[in-house]
């Protein structure tokens, strides 16, 4: 089992950048990909940006490619999302997410583990 837990988010003006962290713990937390994805009222959870095991491979969703940035340490099994240049349709609660396999395809398509999610407001 994998229990993940954000933390960092917040209110800021378009423009601002915030920094989102997930802890991870269990079983070989550090072997598994993990990821980003955000959800508001109405609207279904979409994904937000992807890393592997080893942080060599990344994607992310068109939306925020150039503004967001995903990274982690594996040696503190934590994974981050930086957010510069936020738009107001970046609000949303964001959620972490962990795959069961290495790879990028396994957190985006098949996301085993969640967290309890991380409000993020940004006003214009």
């Known amino acids: 089992q994998v229990q993940l837990v954000e933390s960092g988010g917040g209110s800021v003006q378009a423009g601002d950048s915030l920094r989102l962290s997930c802890v991870a713990t269990g079983r070989t937390s550090s072997l598994y990909s993990m990821g980003w994805f955000r959800q508001t009222p109405g609207k279904e959870r979409e994904f937000v940006a992807a890393?592997?095991?080893?942080?060599?491979?990344?994607s992310y969703a068109d939306s925020v490619k150039g503004r967001f940035t995903i990274s982690r340490d594996n040696a503190k099994n934590t994974v981050f999302l930086q957010m510069n240049s936020l738009e107001p349709e970046d609000t949303a609660v964001y959620y972490c997410?962990?795959?069961?396999?290495?790879?990028?395809?396994?957190?985006?398509?098949?996301?085993?583990?969640w967290g309890q999610g991380a409000q993020v407001t940004v006003s214009s």
């Open positions: 997410a962990a795959g069961k396999y290495t790879g990028t395809y396994s957190v985006r398509y098949e996301a085993a583990y």
């Open positions: 890393i592997n095991w080893s942080g060599g491979s990344t």
